[in-house]
């Protein structure tokens, strides 16, 4: 394997071969293993390394990007030739390059996510043993069980990353996740539950969750949903709980911010920045800091050290989350949020633990005083349109809201609306707060992250249900 160090002036300058604003290396080492448990055994157990780097050249508006698994002096040479000969070749800019600062004085730093115990070296067969634990608990729950699938993965991601700036860092980052699917079935009716914990830590995950629980959750969903009532469409106030994660605020509000698409003009947050666009109550915050959390990191996958950004601070639009490259275009502070899913891909922006930050209201306050709607204890997924904030998203587990109660299940409910209308309709900001985990798609790749929010009342959304009318 290739000393980066040692060799990465002569591979960033033959990547400026023909010119370029910047030139990088990005190289990963990733050790994973992952298990599917179904039908009371392990279905499909993988595990393994995977080695490769990928090369980049900005120029201008325009990345130039390859990536190979031979990361040898000469494959990496190889490789940056053929990437710069993307790049722009004539005598203008062949001259203007030939006067850009760059700079090989490299001063390496050097992270890692802190671990009490490395999932790695946990012998696979204890691992097994663990989800048996979730699924014995599972189908134990309630003889309408049917079906239980539960998936454990971990993996350790070492990355280095180099450009002609003169940033050399490397950072080790640790995942586990363990999520649990049960399907419950009744006279027909059949309805799923799914809970799932994890983050950038070890094997410790399991001293505070336990899989049985995680496993319980989930039946208890699955069971709920069978006996509840069909939902009711009509607009209605909602809220929704802690518990039922940041859904909203990742998918609504958050990919509305992130500056590929502002830049695109594909977004509903363009041209409102420094505007009030929220209640004067809600403050928005993508935080990579955050201890443990699945979208934690030291620096992202551009070398940028990981920050806390306030995107909307009492209502107003103060920040996008940017890239390198979008930086530049947009002149602003790079905020830490270049991620991409493996050498294979390059970085485009991305959050990473997006949130709602929490009110002064008690949770309970906020429901007592709800007369009648919908509350909200876990979302599922949905669909939305960056451009204009429109959102459809599944309620997962819902409650008729009646004289200050939810007592009375329903089922088959979703929430149709629109990000800004949402965000400036909140009346209600509860001071607790609660994640949950996800792996976040966008352009072909998926990053790990998690998001959150207190307890939150919307004044009316719009409800799809069940029920006849």
């Known amino acids: 394997m290739i000393d980066l160090l040692k060799h990465a002036e002569e591979i960033l300058m033959r990547a400026l071969a023909h010119g370029g604003d910047l030139a990088e290396v990005f190289f990963e080492e990733k050790t994973l293993t992952s298990i599917r448990f179904e039908e009371n055994k392990a279905e499909r157990i993988a595990s393994g390394t995977d080695i490769g780097a990928g090369i980049r050249i900005l120029n201008g508006d325009r990345t130039l990007y390859g990536h190979t698994n031979d990361v040898s002096l000469k494959g990496l040479c190889q490789l940056a030739d053929t990437v710069a000969a993307g790049a722009p070749s004539s005598a203008s800019a062949s001259r203007s390059d030939s006067t850009r600062a760059y700079r090989f004085d490299f001063e390496p730093q050097h992270f890692a996510i802190p671990v009490k115990q490395r999932a790695q070296d946990v012998p696979t067969a204890q691992k097994i043993e663990l989800i048996k634990v979730g699924n014995r608990a599972a189908r134990a729950h309630d003889a309408r069980v049917v079906q239980v699938a539960i998936s454990y993965a971990d993996a350790l991601r070492r990355v280095v990353i180099v450009n002609s700036e003169g940033r050399f860092v490397e950072d080790v980052r640790p995942q586990i996740v363990l999520s649990v699917n049960v399907v419950a079935a009744k006279d027909g009716i059949i309805q799923t539950g799914y809970h799932a914990v994890g983050g950038a830590l070890g094997y410790e995950l399991f001293d505070a969750e336990d899989p049985e629980v995680v496993a319980l959750i989930a039946a208890r969903r699955a069971c709920l949903m069978l006996d509840a009532d069909p939902a009711p469409t009509g607009r209605m106030p909602v809220v929704l709980s802690s518990e039922a994660g940041g859904t909203m605020v990742h998918e609504a509000v958050g990919h509305g911010l992130e500056a590929d698409h502002i830049d695109k003009g594909m977004s509903t947050y363009c041209g409102k920045l420094n505007q009030m666009i929220a209640a004067p109550e809600v403050t928005v915050v993508d935080d990579a800091t955050l201890p443990a959390k699945r979208g934690t ?154 998001d959150a929010q207190p307890t939150l009342r919307i004044r009316a959304l719009t409800i799809g249900g069940t029920a006849s009318t």
């Open 297 to 450: 990191c030291n620096v992202d996958d551009e070398g940028t050290p990981a920050e806390r950004t306030v995107l909307i601070d009492q209502g107003r639009l103060v920040r996008y989350l940017n890239d390198l490259r979008t930086s530049r275009k947009m002149d602003q502070p790079p905020t830490g949020n270049g991620r991409r899913e493996s050498y294979q891909c390059k970085p485009i922006p991305r959050m990473t633990n997006t949130l709602i930050a929490p009110g002064n209201a008690g949770p309970k306050a906020i429901l007592s005083s709800t007369d009648q709607g919908l509350y909200v204890r876990k979302m599922g997924g949905g669909q939305v349109n960056p451009l204009n904030g429109d959102f459809v998203f599944e309620v997962s587990e819902g409650y008729l809201i009646q004289s200050g109660k939810a007592e009375t299940p329903v089922r088959g409910a979703t929430l149709i609306g629109n990000g800004p209308a949402v965000l400036n309709a909140i009346d209600a900001i509860g001071n607790d707060l609660g994640f949950t985990i996800g792996t976040c798609g966008k352009q072909g790749q998926g990053a790990p992250v998690s």
